[in-house]
């Protein structure tokens, strides 16, 4: 039993995989790998963000598995992926991860759709162009992130742009001060920190929960390696297959700039979605919209979609 699971107790446990395996990278490291859902449905892909776990996408799981293959997956340091060595938190390394975990879950030339979010859909953009992505990515669905200027345009200090506003933020994002116990006044500091104002308070807790499990040194080790001066944008003009977009209006680490960029740079962007009053952790804080996008992006984009779908509701009835 996981950290994250003994904190979350069984009222609020996360999905049970099917199976579990471990995928090894390119550098030895060992990622956690989840797999949910019949095993020949087709694929869905799942990427968390920085401090976060395959426990951030249980709705989508819950919900995907019913008629999906969905693989979810640790980020190195996360969840109940070990911890890498020390300067070995680059979006290379994310990319290698990615590869070994297609490698892994999937049979050769099997295609799956793939949901990033946060520093998941940096995954996406570092891996775009890579032979295993190539194979296996047949559209991409990039949830509340950016490519590039994280620090510069993230709206987490209240104050006008420039040189002050971006030290500030850099401090906060990179601090190596524990975060403890989730507390009335750590939930509110996160709220406003990633949330949207109206997020329901029950929403707020999960996202304190599995953020507050995250260990402290993986956090600072990916803000210092990742987020500070992360540049993607070569990364999402390679990224040529079908890609939707999606973003809360009042996020402020990856605010709306950010996806309007990279919908601009795809060289095949579907959809933009930009949901009103919802903030950076928009697979909790909206699950039906994200789970809504990654369904479409299935329906249109992989092979025998539809005809599960259509044995599954035959079988309800």
Not at 95 to 121: N, Q, R
Not at 241 to 255: C, E, F, K, S
Not at 276 to 292: D, Q, W, Y
């Amino acid at each position: 039993m996981s950290r994250l699971t003994k904190r979350m107790g069984p009222a609020v446990a996360p999905p049970v995989a099917v199976r579990e395996l471990t995928a090894v990278s390119a550098d030895g490291s060992r990622i956690h790998v989840e797999l949910h859902g019949p095993e020949e449905a087709p694929a869905v892909v799942l990427a968390h963000g920085w401090t976060c776990s395959t426990h951030f996408w249980a709705a989508q799981i819950r919900d995907l598995a019913a008629d999906f293959r969905v693989i979810a997956y640790d980020q190195r340091g996360h969840g109940r992926s070990p911890a890498a060595a020390r300067g070995r938190y680059t979006t290379d390394a994310l990319a290698d991860d990615l590869e070994a975990v297609l490698a892994a879950a999937l049979e050769p030339g099997t295609k799956a759709v793939l949901a990033g979010h946060s520093m998941g859909g940096m995954t996406i953009m570092a891996a775009a162009g890579r032979p295993r992505f190539t194979e296996h990515a047949a559209a991409a669905l990039l949830c509340s992130t950016g490519s590039s200027r994280l620090v510069h345009e993230a709206l987490v200090v209240p104050m006008r742009p420039g040189r002050i506003r971006t030290r500030l933020t850099a401090a906060i994002l990179g601090s190596s001060a524990p975060l403890g116990p989730v507390t009335p006044v750590s939930k509110r500091i996160l709220r406003y920190a990633t949330m949207g104002p109206a997020t329901a308070p029950e929403r707020v807790a999960e996202c304190a929960r599995i953020v507050h499990a995250c260990p402290r040194e993986t956090r600072v080790a990916w803000a210092a390696g990742v987020l500070g001066d992360v540049d993607l944008g070569a990364g999402v003009r390679r990224l040529n297959i079908p890609a939707a977009v999606l973003v809360g209006t009042t996020d402020r680490l990856t605010p709306v700039v950010h996806a309007r960029a990279i919908a601009d740079a795809l060289p095949q962007c579907v959809d933009v979605t930009e949901l009103p009053g919802m903030g950076h952790m928009t697979p909790v804080e909206a699950p039906e919209a994200v789970t809504g996008l990654i369904r479409s992006l299935a329906d249109v984009y992989l092979d025998g979609h539809a005809d599960v779908s259509q044995k599954t509701e035959e079988q309800a009835v």
